[in-house]
């Protein structure tokens, strides 16, 4: 199943789950809104120099790797209790000629105790679907010697057989699961 398909069926799941527990009384927060994130950064980097052809053109990577919209996520917390939320979200994610991130959704809760009066224990546990940063291969010219090949766009030119350059394509996934434990205190 592509994941389009996925996010938008998570997204309408947790749409219904969200809007049954407002219903009952649950009350759901923004928690944040975030533009970009470490494979954004991965993403733009790639995008950064070039090479020049064999009669002088130069070939700038901006125009492959660049993408007019930046990924973009929310997150939400939905209050089932005093000590209890769940934490959900998605992403946007982005896309240019030669790389792309998938959208995402978070999903996750938080769990909290009051050891105190003056102090609270919390644990936050979330994990995030979809979101790979995948680059595309190019199609180099090679003339007669290879002809036309698969290559990894920012590689055509080096000293590397095409089809080694392949191997160092980027295929990333963010940090899928994230547990945070907090103690705070009032002094």
Avoid at 55 to 83: A, C, I, P
Avoid at 151 to 168: E, F, H, I, M
Wanted: overall charge negative; charged content about 20%; proline content about 3%.
């Amino acid at each position: 199943m592509p994941i389009e398909t996925t996010v938008g069926f998570v997204l309408f799941v947790m749409a219904f789950f969200v809007s049954a527990m407002t219903a009952k009384g649950h009350e759901t927060s923004l928690v944040g809104i975030y533009q970009g994130s470490e494979l954004t950064a991965t993403a733009d980097h790639l995008g950064q120099g070039g090479y020049e052809l064999s009669d002088g053109t130069l070939v700038s990577f901006d125009k492959w790797y660049h993408s007019n919209w930046t990924d973009m996520r929310f997150e939400m917390l939905t209050q089932l209790s005093d000590d209890f939320g769940i934490l959900w979200g998605a992403s946007t994610g982005q896309r240019a000629e030669k790389v792309r991130i998938e959208p995402s959704v978070k999903l996750g809760f938080i769990l909290q105790k009051r050891p105190t009066a003056s102090t609270t224990l919390s644990l936050t546990v979330s994990s995030i679907l979809g979101g790979n940063l995948t680059e595309r291969s190019c199609t180099a010219d090679y003339g007669a010697i290879s002809g036309e090949q698969s290559v990894n766009c920012r590689l055509a030119a080096s000293q590397l057989r095409p089809s080694d350059t392949l191997k160092y394509m980027i295929n990333l996934e963010p940090s899928r699961l994230k547990i945070d434990l907090r103690f705070t205190g009032e002094f």
